[in-house]
């Protein structure tokens, strides 16, 4: 399997399934709404569902809150170090030689998210299930529950790849010091700062705004064709060579956009890890409001 397809198939994963080299991670996280009782709303992991709602046959849970993330960040979903990122991949039985294929129950954003945190330490072979789990549960495909087992490995890192924008990268572009597009994955009234969860809403300036579930078709949960996703980002963006950052509220929507740009074969891209968690954090750093 080449290093660059970042989508698979459930027919190609049913085929696969067993492969030696083959290791399946589930990646679900949920949003818990706000509730009438003054409760904010708040994220909670897919392990209890993994476990008695069923997973893919030999899937292992990948765990994005403590394990795939940083927990002494100040920042939710913040990408983990090197030693952790290895430490969390040699735990769930992952080498460097392993190809590693990634789903969740929603819409594959949190799929995308564990994909490019795989990528931006430079493993070779990461994919997405197209359709996620939502598509390969609707085709009827064996299920299982429980916990799956799996022997612990020695995972190597390889070499980081330059897939991350930082806080300075994003204001340079902002201030005109270096080129580059921003591109806003969140919905559009979150980037006009009419409706949002953040105390300081908006959108960075200079950013256009392509909301995440406009990726992905809606009857069978797959990304959108690779045509249809150049033109959808053409209808915001050039993509003539020129950089293109992707953000969100944290970096995990904005994710599903890192991967639809790799689907086209675009290939001079950064994510923006912090997104508007990070952004929002310092009171001098500009926002914008409204659709333009």
């Known amino acids: 399997m080449p290093a660059a397809q970042s ?3 459930t027919q190609w994963l049913g085929e696969h ?3 030696d080299d083959l290791i399946v991670l589930e990646a679900s996280v949920y949003l818990e709404p706000a509730r009438a009782d003054g409760t904010r709303a708040e994220f909670r992991s897919g392990l209890d569902d993994y476990e008695r709602r069923g997973h893919i046959p030999g899937a292992r849970f990948a765990d994005l809150f403590t394990q795939f993330s940083n927990p002494t960040a100040p920042f939710p979903f913040t990408r983990p170090t090197a030693a952790q990122f290895a430490t969390a991949a040699s735990r769930l039985g992952i080498s460097r030689t392993s190809h590693v294929v990634i789903y969740d129950d929603l819409a594959n954003q949190w799929a995308a998210r564990l994909w490019w945190v ?3 330490y430079g493993h070779p072979r990461v994919s997405v299930l197209d359709g996620g ?3 390969y549960r609707a085709e009827g495909r064996p299920m299982e529950n429980g916990l799956s087992p799996y022997a612990r490995a020695n995972y190597t890192l390889p070499l980081p790849a330059p897939t991350a924008a930082t806080t300075r990268d994003v204001l340079d572009i902002v201030e005109g010091r270096r080129s580059g597009r921003l591109v806003c994955l969140l919905q559009e009234d979150d980037f006009s700062g009419r409706v949002s969860g953040r105390a300081r809403p908006g959108h960075i300036p200079g950013s256009t705004n ?7 078709d809606d ?3 797959t990304l959108r064709p690779a045509d249809e996703l150049r033109r959808l980002f053409e209808a915001r963006t050039a993509l003539d060579g020129e950089l293109v950052v992707t953000y969100c509220g944290g970096g995990v929507a904005s994710a599903l956009g890192a991967l639809a740009l790799s689907v086209i074969g675009y290939e001079n891209t ?3 890890d912090g997104s508007l968690a990070e952004w929002t954090a310092d009171s001098t750093r500009p926002l914008k409001t409204g659709r333009d």
């Open 270 to 272: 950064l994510e923006y």
């Open 118 to 120: 795989f990528r931006s």
């Open 210 to 216: 392509l909301p995440f579930t406009q990726l992905v």
């Open 17 to 19: 399934l067993g492969d």
């Open 7 to 9: 989508l698979v198939s």
């Open 133 to 135: 789990l939502r598509k």
């Open 219 to 221: 009857t069978d949960n």
